[in-house]
């Protein structure tokens, strides 16, 4: 029997990542913020008594959060699911971010070292990851994720109408980044599932790249004219880069930049 899975955000491009990674080999329930998605539900970060209807009634085996709004319900309503999961000792993947180490961007990071946040965001987030690491221990699974990208994402689309348009178009050349493609999303988290897999996992490329110089890569492979840059320089050079190191993630699943830019070629 197929393992049952609430995806708790499912409408957005790492929940659809994560749909596709999983609709195989699961049986999905979906929930959304905003909507009601096929077979599945509409719920909101503020309703904690639907949460616990909807726990109730579907049992789920897992649960992964890609849930989104206010910061401070984002917290209670993840103490609720969490304390059901411990309850019933059923699994969490919870999507974080490469913002838990935003206070320090002087290096790249690893899984193995500390967060260090800075933004309201990053805050946030490395606050839900310390509670829900308290209340499940092994239970949890955390994939923080660089920038995403995908053939259709907002950052492509964005490109594309700076580019069609000939609009400025901000961009970085003192950053070094590394980024998150969407469809890999999907692929770690099938792994992490088969083999039961615990802890945080870094969930981008294996190397990194300068942002201004990505951002051509990725005009260049779409076979788009430049748009107008705007470059915003910084007072000094930064990383924005959290690098994959979990042993347990085969070679076949890890990504270069390389790999991403020629993903999102346009062919033909």
């Known amino acids: ?19 596709r990674g999983l609709e195989d080999g699961f049986q999905m329930i979906l929930t959304a913020g905003h909507h009601v998605p096929e077979n599945g ?10 949460l616990l209807e909807i726990l109730s009634h579907e049992n789920p085996d897992i649960v992964i959060s890609s849930v989104r709004g206010d910061y401070q319900a984002q917290l209670g309503f993840h103490q609720v699911l ?28 690893t899984e193995n070292d500390l967060p260090n946040p800075k933004s309201e965001y990053g805050c946030f987030k490395r606050d839900c990851e ?60 099938q792994y992490v599932l088969d083999h039961n897999l615990h802890g945080v996992f870094h969930v981008a490329t294996t190397d990194t790249v300068n942002y201004f110089s990505f951002e051509k890569m990725i005009c260049e ?13 910084a007072s000094e050079k930064a990383f924005f880069a959290i690098l994959p190191t979990r042993k347990e993630i085969p070679d076949d699943l890890q990504m270069t930049v390389s790999d991403v830019v020629s993903a999102l070629k346009v062919t033909g």
């Open 221 to 233: 492979a779409r076979n788009m004219k430049l748009p107008q840059f705007v470059t915003e320089t």
């Open 1 to 19: 029997m197929r393992r049952k899975v609430l995806l708790i955000g499912g409408n957005s491009l790492v929940g659809q990542a994560i749909v």
């Open 130 to 189: 310390t509670m829900l690491g308290n209340l499940l221990g092994d239970q949890l699974a955390i994939f923080r994720l660089a920038a995403v990208w995908s053939d259709d994402c907002p950052r492509v689309q964005q490109l594309e109408r700076h580019s069609r348009n000939g609009e400025p178009h901000h961009t970085y050349p003192n950053y070094t980044i590394n980024v998150t493609f969407a469809k890999q999303i999907g692929e770690y988290t």
């Open 41 to 50: 539900y509409q719920l909101a970060v503020e309703e904690l008594d639907k």
């Open 82 to 109: 969490a304390n059901w999961l411990a309850e019933k000792k059923r699994r969490l993947l919870y999507i974080s971010t490469a913002n838990v180490v935003d206070g320090n961007l002087s290096r790249p990071w």
